[in-house]
């Protein structure tokens, strides 16, 4: 299977209490047969690729993940980062052989009165982990071969900008 991150642009601003604010799209394809993804992590990581130096953020409320099934309904799944990362277990991600499947990233922002004026200029920086996966982090399961990947590389995760939050 290949994956691969497309640019969200960089220094972008978010104001505070944004709601699904998209952060990173992941586009994968199944090289050899089709795959089934049921656990993967995001990770809020400020440099290159993302797992290796997850940090906690109080800028970032909650993350969503948008995600087609094997009938290609689009599926959402929500939880809260913990130290940094967040594992979604459960997910129904299907990825075909051939094409293209899009896994897309968003977070809500915290709003000042939740957090504190310590949010404004906070930074984070969050996509899919692709560093130091195990079991515990990344499941992808062959559709045909049953055979287990762990690995959950991602190409081009450079490209996901950070963002910054400020004040409406």
């Given at each position: 299977?290949?994956?691969?991150?497309?640019?969200?642009?960089?220094?972008?601003?978010?104001?505070?209490?944004?709601?699904?604010?998209?952060?990173?799209?992941?586009?994968?394809?199944?090289?050899?047969?089709?795959?089934?993804?049921?656990?993967?992590?995001?990770?809020?990581?400020?440099?290159?690729?993302?797992g290796?130096?997850?940090?906690?953020t109080?800028?970032?409320?909650?993350?969503?993940?948008?995600?087609?099934?094997?009938?290609?309904?689009?599926?959402?799944?929500?939880?809260?980062?913990?130290?940094?990362?967040?594992?979604?277990?459960?997910?129904?991600?299907?990825?075909?052989?051939?094409?293209?499947?899009?896994?897309?990233?968003?977070?809500?922002?915290?709003?000042?009165?939740?957090?504190?004026?310590?949010?404004?200029?906070?930074?984070?920086?969050?996509?899919?982990?692709?560093?130091?996966?195990?079991?515990?982090?990344?499941?992808?399961i062959?559709?045909?071969?049953?055979?287990?990947?762990?690995?959950?590389?991602?190409?081009?995760?450079?490209?996901?900008?950070?963002?910054?939050?400020?004040?409406?």
């Amino acid at each position: 299977m290949d994956a691969a991150t497309s640019p969200t642009g960089s220094n972008l601003q978010v104001p505070t209490g944004a709601v699904n604010q998209t952060v990173s799209h992941v586009r994968m394809r199944g090289t050899d047969e089709p795959w089934l993804i049921p656990k993967l992590t995001v990770c809020n990581d400020m440099d290159g690729g993302f797992g290796d130096n997850a940090v906690g953020t109080i800028a970032i409320q909650q993350v969503t993940l948008m995600y087609p099934d094997i009938n290609e309904v689009t599926r959402s799944a929500t939880t809260s980062l913990v130290a940094g990362c967040a594992t979604f277990s459960g997910l129904d991600l299907y990825v075909p052989v051939d094409e293209d499947a899009q896994l897309d990233i968003y977070v809500t922002v915290s709003t000042v009165a939740q957090v504190g004026a310590g949010l404004i200029g906070q930074q984070f920086r969050v996509g899919m982990q692709d560093l130091n996966n195990t079991a515990a982090t990344f499941q992808a399961i062959g559709h045909f071969s049953s055979e287990m990947d762990t690995a959950g590389t991602v190409a081009n995760q450079s490209v996901v900008g950070t963002f910054t939050v400020y004040q409406p």
